[in-house]
Every structure is written in structure tokens, then in C-alpha cells.
């Protein structure tokens, strides 16, 4: 595993953003919650005034919690500052309202998150900015994309649902020469498994409340900068009021510690997991890069160094109320939204494709597979799975669960 800023990522996680002789030897850096912050005299709060973001000044500027978590996270990507926002989509959002005017051109990865492309196809595109949405598979092939008002490239490697990996450092090729800014959403891999700026990321984006967080309890947003970007990025988010709560920042920070254990299990037990369930009948393939036969396998080998718990399973073409039976038997897999936490999840999924073919024929499933025993989750699918091929196979069966 690589070096960053002279330590190896395991150790940053564990002593980033900590100073325990600044809070008396404690440990861990407390939940400090502030609104008004007092000086000395008028001329230190002056001067708390110049230095913009890089002092304790208001509340809504963060606190020492706050700043623990931005310091930790941009020392484990390799970034030069982070900023903190109350959600993922939050990050998203006040990322590219930072980075773009009316008039402006965005190049959207065809495979983003879906409520981000809500966010461009509604709230920028009333704004005047207009958004071209690129197949992941393009690499310096983009360039054919890129308009003279392209200011933003936007990557999200692997792609949501079906996981395509990006080539973004072919996309910076083209992209820097011409002063377009890249922009990365790296939820899936964290810091840990995918270093953004070394590949020519220049704003990389967490769903914090995903694996940072990791116990399902809070919403943050961290978007990590390279330094020319952090004062257009921070200053938007200032001037718009936006930051999160030192409460979550805090529980970021619990989560932080435990990252690397957790996400080495995650990618452990999917692995286990995946080798079961690709040799049952009623599976057709798997979307997760770390296997071998994955399409972007190959970038995948290259460019990180592991692979989280999050993945898509395809099925055999099905009626949808056996995806209903399949579903609901299943014991240990929760039934909601987000992933990222120890406890697995499950839920049907649909990819929105503008720009590149949706390929699945049959019914989609996007998994979280969390920290359970993987024998005891394997068991636990199997049984699904035999819900829906009798269900699929059975019209009887089919019409008594409709009723």
C-alpha cells in the first residue's frame, strides 16, 4: 500500500486530525459545539478576519471537530484541504454550484448517482448550465466531447449499479491542458482504496455517510480539493452557509479509525459471498471490478488498491413480484435506502442510461454486504433465491403471492 504524506494510509487513519495534548490527553477529539467564539482583544479577532479558513472563528465555520475530520480525510486522500456538508448530495451539489456559472458545460459520467443527475437535469440546467452526459468507457476520447465552455468533468468510478471503472488518469490527459477541473464522487473506494489526486482528480467527493461513517447514524459530505481549488469550494460553502454539524463530524471521525478493518472485511466477504452466488442458476453476473471477469477488471488492478462491499447482481429474466418473493424471505439483508454501514442491505435497482447501453436484461439487484458472518449472508440469499425461481417457474405460485 502506498505512502501518503509520508505515512501509510493505516497509520493516518489512526492518528489524522488528532492532537490529544490539546485537549488535556484525551484521545479522541471531543465534540466541541460553538456558535460565538471570543477573543482576547479586538485585534486578535481582527485578525481571526484574515485568516479566512484556517482559525476558530464562528460556528458556522466549524469547530476544532470539524476541522479534526477535514485534516484526517485530506491527509488519507492526499488532498490539500477538505470541506465538510451536511450530506453526499450536499457535496455534490455545492461543488459544482462552486465551480460553474450560467453558460458553463458540464460533462457528466453517464453512470452518476442518480439524484445528481436530478441536480443537473433540474436546479443547473435552470440556471443556464448546460450538461453533456459521456459513456464511462471514454477515456482521452472525451476530448471530442469538450466545448470552449467545459469547465467541469465530473467522474464517479465505479459507476452507480453496475460499477464500470473510469480511466481518469486518460480523462486528466486531456482535461488539464485545457484548465478543466475534475471532479471525482470516490465514495465507493474511500481514500483507502483509490488515491484521487495522484490520479489527476483535482475535487474528490464522499458520501461520508456511507463507509467513513459506517454505522448508518448520520449524513455527511466531504469534498477533498487540491489547493487551487479549495478557496472557490470553501468559500462557496461559507457564503452559502453550509457545513456540517460537529455531532456528525464527530461520528465521521469514529468511523474514520476503523476503516481500513472494516472495508478489508466488506471487500473479504463479498468476495465469498460472490463465489457462491455466481454458481447458482438463477444468477446471471455480477457487477463488482474486483473479479476478474468485471469489463474494467483491468483498471481495476491498476488504479486501486481494494474493493468495498457494494455491488450489482444481475438475475435471470423474472417476473417482478419474484423479485417481491425473493426480497422479502431474506432474514439478514435490510430493505432500504443508502449502504456503507456494517449491516448488509438489498434492494432492486434500474440503471438511468442517456449516453451508453444498459446492458442487464434481467432484474437488477444492488447489494450491500456489510459485516455478518458470510456464510450465515450466503445461506440467507440462497434461501431467497429459491423463493424466486419457484416463483418464476410457477404461475401458481406467482398469482397466490399477488393476491
Known amino acids: 500500500m502506498n505512502k501518503v504524506n509520508g505515512l501509510r494510509p493505516d497509520t493516518i487513519l489512526t492518528h489524522g486530525g488528532r492532537d490529544p495534548q490539546a485537549f488535556g490527553g ?16 479586538l485585534q486578535a479577532y481582527e485578525s481571526s478576519r484574515v485568516e479566512k479558513f484556517s482559525s476558530l472563528r464562528y460556528g458556522r465555520y466549524g469547530t476544532q471537530t470539524t476541522f479534526a475530520l477535514e485534516e484526517a480525510v485530506a491527509a488519507l486522500e492526499g488532498g490539500f484541504r477538505a470541506t465538510t456538508f451536511p450530506s453526499g448530495l450536499s457535496a455534490i451539489a455545492n461543488v459544482l454550484r462552486a465551480l460553474l456559472r450560467p453558460g458553463d458545460h458540464l460533462l457528466m459520467v453517464d453512470t452518476v448517482y442518480g439524484p445528481a443527475r436530478k441536480f443537473c437535469d433540474e436546479p443547473l440546467a435552470r440556471d443556464g448550465i448546460s450538461t453533456t452526459y459521456y459513456d464511462p468507457a471514454m477515456g482521452a476520447e472525451l476530448a471530442s466531447l469538450i466545448t470552449d465552455r467545459t469547465r467541469v468533468v465530473y467522474c464517479e468510478s465505479p459507476g452507480s449499479l ?12 486531456v482535461c488539464r491542458p485545457r484548465g478543466i477541473a475534475i471532479v471525482a464522487d470516490n465514495t465507493w473506494a474511500t481514500p483507502l482504496f483509490f488515491q484521487a489526486f495522484a490520479r489527476g482528480v483535482d475535487v474528490s ?22 489547493e487551487e481549488y479549495f478557496e472557490r469550494v470553501r468559500g462557496y460553502a461559507a457564503a452559502h452557509g453550509v457545513i456540517a454539524g460537529p455531532d456528525d ?35 446471471s453476473r455480477a457487477y463488482y471490478p474486483a473479479l476478474a471477469g468485471h469489463a474494467s477488471h483491468a483498471l481495476w488492478r491498476r488504479d486501486f488498491t481494494g474493493a468495498s462491499g457494494l455491488f450489482g447482481l444481475e438475475l435471470v429474466p423474472a417476473p417482478h413480484d419474484a423479485i417481491h418473493g425473493l426480497i422479502n424471505a431474506l432474514k439478514l439483508f435490510g430493505i432500504g435506502s443508502s449502504w456503507g454501514g456494517y449491516e448488509s442491505l438489498i434492494l432492486p435497482s434500474k440503471p438511468i442510461r442517456t449516453a451508453s447501453q444498459d446492458r442487464t436484461t434481467g432484474p437488477l439487484l444492488r447489494i450491500n454486504i456489510g459485516l455478518e458472518d458470510p456464510d450465515d449472508l450466503i445461506a440467507d440469499l440462497e434461501a431467497g433465491l429459491s423463493v424466486f425461481e419457484n416463483q418464476r417457474r410457477d404461475p401458481q405460485r406467482r398469482m397466490k403471492h399477488a393476491q
Not at 453496475?162 to 490527459?173: G, L, M, R, Y
Not at 459506517?214 to 487540491?226: E, Q, W
Request: include cysteine; charge should be positive; glycine fraction near 6%.
Open 249 to 283: 463530524c464527530w461520528l465521521g471521525l469514529r468511523g474514520l479509525r476503523t476503516l481500513g478493518a472494516r472495508l478489508r472485511q466488506h471487500q473479504q466477504s463479498s468476495e465469498i459471498v460472490l463465489d457462491r452466488l455466481l454458481q447458482h442458476p438463477a444468477v
Open 162 to 173: 453496475t460499477f464500470e471503472v473510469q480511466d481518469i488518469p486518460a480523462i486528466a490527459s
Open 205 to 226: 467527493i464522499h458520501a461520508a455517510t456511507k463507509y467513513i461513517v459506517g454505522h448508518s447514524d448520520a449524513m455527511l459530505g466531504i469534498a477533498v480539493t487540491t
Open 26 to 41: 484525551v484521545v479522541n477529539v471531543p465534540v466541541v459545539r460553538a456558535s460565538t467564539i471570543l477573543y482576547p482583544d
